[in-house]
Every structure is written in structure tokens, then in C-alpha cells.
């Protein structure tokens, strides 16, 4: 089966400034993009909706996060339902990520209580999963991942894994400009196929897109997008550079 390629680009905190944002904007805006990939842009949250009524048609944008509540004093968050990210047109939500697991102390219980509300609030979901570099070296990659996900397997349907992108990421290769080797990126996204497998369906396995996020450059993701268990790319500083550009049409013939 033809998975469609993925490319997300996860400006995390950038630009820091409305010039970096519309210097941004008018180098993908005036790019040659392969049209059979899926494009992304996660801005901070002050630049969605901007940034949503200035992309050409073919790039969506996604929110970095979102609250599992519905409603509430909630200071400081994403309301995941209408009217805000679902009401204003806004497709995807990256959910998971490391520096929520770490620095915010997310749960896998929590990803996947935010996971299933945002679902039910019609959002697509980038759900990222990744080992640190201690579990790596310690041979526990399969094991944590699986862990990761396995929280979200126990609160959705089989049907709901249309809605959702893995983005396997592992700890250890973002921002440190060491990138997975071709054969570690496929091994762990072989595993997850494996898993899905398991504990969903053969057929959610097939279907499901994993992409791989970790120091994704100009200068790799050829490789890595040849890889046949690799459907794109979630990507981190090189996504504010004209790189992404080439990033974005690696699989492009």
C-alpha cells in the first residue's frame, strides 16, 4: 500500500520576530513543492491563524498542543473544541512530543487522554514517541515505544488510527545534529508497524504513516525517505531554513 508522505516542520518557539515569520512564509509560499507530499507548519500559537490565512492552499498548519479539558479556567491553554482550534480551520495537533513528556512532565496516560479528546473534537494528531539516549544504549528502544503507545491503543478504536501520524522521535538525535543511521530509523519504525500490528490490526499497521523526527537535514533525508517503513519526516531547526524546501520534495522523482 502507498502511504502519503509527511512533512511537518515543528517551529517549536521561532520566529522570534513578524519579519522572521513573513521572511519564512514567502520562502515556502515561492517554492517548487512536491504536491504529493503532505505539508505541515506548527507555529507557536500567537502565529496559527496567520500564518493559516497567508500559506498557499497545499500547507496546513497544526497547533503544538492542546488541553484534554473541553472547557474551564484553564490559564495559559489550548481549548481543544470549538470555537478555537477545530472551529478555526486548524487540521492537526502535535501531541506527545519529548519536551512535553519531559519538561512538562506529560504521562503517557495524559498523551493519551489528549490524544482521544482531541480526536473527538475532529483534529488530526502527530502523536510523537521516541527513547532517550540512556534507553537507547540500554537496548529498551522497543520496549518504550511501545509503552508510549500502548497508553493510546487503551482509549482508542481501530478507526480512529486514520486520524493519526507517529512520529517517532527519538530523544537522543533532536537538536543534537546526531541523526539515527538509516538501519536504526528503520528498525524502530519496523517495530511500530509490528505493534500496531499486534495490538490494533494488520490493516491500521499498513495504513498508519510513521515519520521520523531527529536532526532531519538537507543532507539526509534522501536516504532516510527511501527507507520502506519511513513515511516522512517531522522536523525541528532545519524547518526554519530554506532547507526544508529540499526536506519537503525528497521523495519527489
Excluded at 16 to 33: F, G, I, P, Q
Amino acid at each position: 500500500m502507498s502511504r502519503q508522505f509527511f512533512v511537518g516542520g515543528n517551529w517549536k518557539m521561532n520566529p522570534v520576530s513578524r519579519e522572521e515569520k513573513k521572511a519564512l512564509v514567502n520562502t515556502l509560499n515561492s517554492a517548487d513543492l512536491d504536491p504529493a507530499t503532505e505539508v505541515v507548519i506548527a507555529p507557536p500559537s500567537l502565529y496559527i491563524l496567520p500564518l493559516k490565512d497567508t500559506l498557499k492552499n497545499n500547507i496546513q498548519v497544526s497547533a503544538q498542543n492542546c488541553y484534554e479539558k473541553p472547557k474551564g479556567a484553564f490559564t495559559g491553554e489550548i481549548r481543544r473544541v470549538a470555537p478555537q482550534l477545530a472551529d478555526a480551520g486548524i487540521p492537526y495537533v502535535i501531541l506527545g512530543h519529548s519536551e512535553r513528556r519531559k519538561e512538562f512532565k506529560e504521562s503517557d496516560e495524559l498523551v493519551a487522554g489528549k490524544t482521544k479528546a482531541a480526536l473527538e473534537s475532529k483534529l488530526k494528531v502527530i502523536l510523537c514517541v521516541g527513547e532517550d539516549k540512556d534507553q537507547r544504549e540500554a537496548g529498551e528502544t522497543a520496549a518504550v515505544v511501545n509503552r508510549q503507545l500502548q497508553a493510546v491503543v487503551n482509549v482508542l478504536t481501530p478507526g480512529d488510527w486514520s486520524q493519526i501520524v507517529i512520529a517517532y522521535e527519538p530523544v537522543w538525535a533532536i537538536g543534537t545534529g546526531i541523526v539515527a543511521t538509516p538501519e536504526q530509523a528503520q528498525e524502530a519504525h519496523a517495530d511500530i508497524r509490528a505493534f500496531l500490528k499486534r495490538q490494533v490490526s494488520p490493516e491500521v499497521a499498513e495504513k498508519t504513516r510513521i515519520i521520523y523526527g531527529g536532526s532531519v537535514s538537507a543532507n539526509n533525508c534522501n536516504n532516510l525517505a527511501t527507507l520502506p517503513d519511513v513515511d516522512g519526516f517531522l522536523v525541528g531547526g532545519a524547518s526554519l531554513t530554506a532547507q526544508f524546501v529540499d526536506i519537503i520534495n525528497s521523495k519527489r522523482k
